[in-house]
């Protein structure tokens, strides 16, 4: 059974840094891209940062440059350093993992910015 859990959430205030991070079980790691999502006001997953399997990462517009997703595939861990966090940032954070035939869910992890 796979299951991606998500830590390092919590209460920053602006202009702060947190690191996030999803560590897998149940599937070789290695195979699989792995991203961070945000829910958005409307629900919706918007992409934070994907890294695939030879660690190319991309990233969406609002966090470039802010942002840095990373992997260690010794630890069947994912993460997300995130600087310089602005109160629009808040939000859940989860991480997906996706090999084109699977794609799995962490239970998300919630990040506040606010001062």
């Known amino acids: 059974q796979v299951q991606l859990v998500e830590s390092g959430g919590g209460l920053v205030q602006p202009g702060g840094s947190l690191k996030l991070a999803c560590v897998a079980s149940?599937?070789?790691?290695?195979?699989?891209?792995m991203a961070w999502y945000r829910q958005t006001p409307g629900h919706q997953r918007a992409l934070v940062a994907r890294?695939?399997?030879?660690?190319?990462?991309t990233y969406g517009d609002p966090v470039m440059g802010r942002f840095t997703i990373s992997r260690d595939n010794a630890k069947d861990t994912v993460y997300l350093q995130m600087n310089s966090l602005r109160p629009d940032d808040t939000t859940i954070y989860s991480c997906?993992?996706?090999?084109?035939?699977?794609?799995?869910w962490g239970q998300g992890t919630q990040v506040t910015v606010s001062s």
């Open positions: 890294i695939g399997t030879s660690s190319h990462a």
């Open positions: 997906n993992a996706n090999d084109w035939k699977n794609d799995y």
């Open positions: 149940g599937m070789i790691f290695g195979d699989y891209a």
